[in-house]
């Protein structure tokens, strides 16, 4: 597969994101499933690996440890601090929390590589921006570990261009990771041109649009009880079937271009720019081989423009996030807001 910069580190144009080995989309993934997709992923030729603190509550960082750690050198370890599993109530069951104070960033990694079974993370990033903490302060911490020996770069994820140049200003940012496909948009607002200033790499999450531009989401209502995507506007039922509309002309393109609909959306952002790492997730080993061959995808200019005319925030009906996430992240907003069609 051809070569990207991420920050220091040269890998594969697409990398794998395994939250949804532990969580996120469907059934619950079997371990030996798991297992298998990570070393196939391997095989195909990825490496960049992409885990968090928060997926499965530490359980994803385990599983990407046991599997992976016997190849450690093969690959670029991604992982993420600043919002893990918490014992609020204490009474055993862990809720989200988003915390950047230092103290807490230093403990989380220290769990990080037990649990990953390394003795350093190549790329770690501040998973969310927690607005009680400076964010110089929290950067400074991560630049603290890299000096420590216990991480090689720092990240950032979902935060605004303001942000980040304030970051960048206090420890050199390798990577910005954030959603972006072309049914979001937001990074192309200020992040996007942020990102190519300061020399930062730009990994887009989710960019297969959680499934629903490799064209797997067509009934909402049969998705797994505990499936995310549930509580995300874009797939309430108003929202979802005028997306759907969408999806026959999608189609169309992609049979155009030579290329399956999850190809079409990979590919399309590989052309947005050579510091684009985009990072699909998946449980099918077919789906892996058939996102990892995107990268051999050529798009000509009329087909990118008409991608962009077809779907684009005005086209596309609905948030991606519901008002809680939409609190936790720092981005910009279009001033148009996502439209009914
Ligand atoms: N920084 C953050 O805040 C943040 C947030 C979300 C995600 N992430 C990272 O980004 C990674 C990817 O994002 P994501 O998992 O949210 O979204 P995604 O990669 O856009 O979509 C994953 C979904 O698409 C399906 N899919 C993938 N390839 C397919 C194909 N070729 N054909 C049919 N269906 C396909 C998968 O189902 P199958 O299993 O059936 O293939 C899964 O349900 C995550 O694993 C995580 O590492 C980061």
């Known amino acids: 597969m051809s070569q990207r910069a991420l920050g220091p580190f040269n890998v594969s144009a697409i990398g794998l994101g395994c939250m949804n080995l532990s969580h996120g989309y469907g059934a619950p993934t079997s371990a030996e499933q798991a297992e298998r997709v990570l070393l196939a992923a391997l095989d195909a030729g990825v490496t960049h690996f992409d ?18 750690a016997r190849h450690r050198d093969r690959f670029t370890l991604a992982s993420k601090c600043g919002m893990t599993g918490v014992d609020v109530a204490g ?19 220290e769990a990080a590589l037990k649990r990953l079974q390394t003795e350093v993370i ?10 009680q903490v400076p964010i ?5 911490a991560l630049g603290d570990l890299v000096r420590a020996g216990k991480i090689r770069a720092v990240g950032l994820s979902e935060v605004s261009a303001a942000t980040l140049r304030r970051a960048h200003a206090e420890y050199p940012i390798a990577a910005l990771q954030t959603e972006y496909s072309l049914w979001t948009r937001n990074p192309e607002i200020a992040v996007a041109q942020a990102c190519r200033e300061l020399g930062v790499a730009f990994v887009a999450f989710s960019p297969v649009a959680r499934g629903f531009l490799a ?16 509580a995300m506007p874009r797939f309430a039922p108003e929202h979802h079937a005028r997306n759907l509309q969408l999806l026959p002309a999608y189609r169309k393109i992609a ?14 952002l590989l052309h947005q720019g050579d510091n684009i790492l985009p990072i699909p997730g998946t449980t099918s080993i077919d789906h892996l081989r058939e996102n990892m061959a995107a990268a051999d995808v050529r798009l000509p200019p009329e087909l990118l423009a008409q991608l962009d005319a077809l779907i684009n925030q005005r086209t596309v009906s609905g948030d991606r996030y519901n008002a809680q996430s939409s609190r936790e992240v720092d981005t910009e907003v279009f001033d148009t807001a996502p439209t009914e069609k």
């Open 51 to 68: 885990t968090a603190a928060l997926y499965g509550f530490g359980a994803n960082e385990t599983l990407v440890g046991r599997v992976l």
């Open 91 to 109: 009474d055993g069951k862990l809720v989200r929390v988003i915390d950047g104070r230092p103290a807490t960033l230093r403990a989380t990694c």
């Open 215 to 230: 064209d797997a989401v067509h009934d909402v209502g049969s998705l797994h009880e505990k499936d995310i995507r549930r």
């Open 136 to 140: 110089e302060e929290s950067v400074g």
């Open 122 to 131: 190549d790329l770690y990033y501040l998973h969310r921006w927690d607005k």
């Open 255 to 268: 049979a155009n271009a030579g290329c399956t609909p999850a190809q079409l959306s990979l590919a399309w």
